[in-house]
């Protein structure tokens, strides 16, 4: 259908009224993570997840092989004069492979997952599953060995990143009966000590897609978590929020762009003083490097960063314009 003249002259006028109204509004404007523990951190490997001790002075973090089959636990600590250590792998993680580690506000316990067979199981090869585990801290601050956690959290199929609040109920993700999609995100509130069965936190947050690692807030008043397959996808794998009003999860949404690519965003967690949220990213343009967090310097600990393999990222939380707490 052909517009004349005086057609194309409506059209833009209602184009720039709308155009008026989408800048009145501000949209979000893009923003740039930047990379994060270059040569320790973020490596020329498989680097993803950042669990931090409550004080900062210590954290948590994974690898994985080259196929991202297997994964591994490290530890690091902050030294005299601001140096980390080199990572060395914690008690409950020298075997079997292990990922997705959360540390409780208190610093004293841990959550992860694991392949490892089951208590009283004779078995010497790892199980098809991941469930998820958990160890103590001990007087010497040294991590004990690991516990499985009672059911009904775990189940025969795999359950990813287990992320508790400030009163213990425990977050995680999981394919399993009454889901929405491939896998969902479910919570198992801590009633007199005794974890419940879990409840599936909905539609306002799964969807047919797969939802799979949830950050919870201390306070339950956000969530932030890792989606694929959703209707509004950026890449494989991305990253939204959504915030608790009234004891009910609202839409979740995408956070800001620039965080999202192509690639695959995944593995989030946020800083114990609530100040930064990081993530990992296989994405090509990691950006300046940064400050480097490897000692002694080695080029070879930074050779590859952005080569597509998962890099750590962080961006200041209050990019995501969270309502105030209430």
Do not use: M
């Not at 989408?22 to 490596?43: I, K, N, Q, Y």
């Not at 989030?268 to 609530?274: H, I, K, L």
């Amino acid at each position: 259908r052909r517009l004349t003249r005086c057609g194309i002259a409506s059209t833009l006028l209602v184009a720039a009224v709308l155009l008026s109204a989408f800048v009145g509004r501000r949209a979000p404007a893009a923003v740039r993570p930047e990379l994060f523990g270059a040569g320790l951190f973020s490596t020329g490997a498989w680097d993803f997840f950042v669990a931090w001790a409550p004080d900062g002075r210590s954290a948590l973090f994974c690898r994985a092989d080259d196929e991202f089959s297997t994964f591994q636990i490290f530890e690091t600590r902050r030294e005299r004069g601001g140096r980390w250590s080199a990572p060395r792998v914690p008690a409950f993680a020298r075997e079997w492979s292990n990922a997705d580690p959360h540390i409780t506000r208190d610093g004293r316990t841990v959550y992860f997952i694991s392949n490892r067979p089951l208590p009283g199981d004779t078995a010497t090869t790892p199980r098809p599953s991941y469930d998820i585990w958990y160890a103590e801290r001990g007087p010497g601050g040294e991590w004990g060995e690991a516990r499985h956690l009672d059911a009904p959290a775990n189940t025969p199929a795999t359950e990813w990143s287990p992320s508790l609040s400030a009163g213990g109920n425990l977050y995680f993700g999981a394919a399993r009966r009454g889901g929405k999609g491939q896998n969902d995100l479910w919570v198992s509130r801590l009633v007199d000590g005794v974890y419940q069965p879990p409840e599936n936190l909905g539609d306002s947050i799964n969807t047919a897609g797969s939802e799979i690692e949830p950050w919870i807030a201390p306070d339950e008043s956000y969530l932030i978590f890792s989606g694929a397959a959703r209707a509004d996808s950026v890449g494989g794998y991305d990253l939204y929020v959504s915030e608790r009003r009234n004891g009910v999860w609202q839409r979740a949404r995408l956070l800001p762009r620039g965080v999202n690519t192509p690639a695959l965003e995944f593995n989030q967690s946020v800083s114990p003083d609530g100040r930064w949220l990081y993530f990992s990213s296989t994405r090509r343009d990691p950006g300046p490097l940064g400050p480097r967090f490897d000692w002694p310097r080695h080029p070879a600990n930074v050779a590859g960063i952005g080569s597509g393999t998962g890099d750590v990222y962080r961006i200041p939380i209050s990019v995501l314009g969270l309502s105030r707490r209430r």
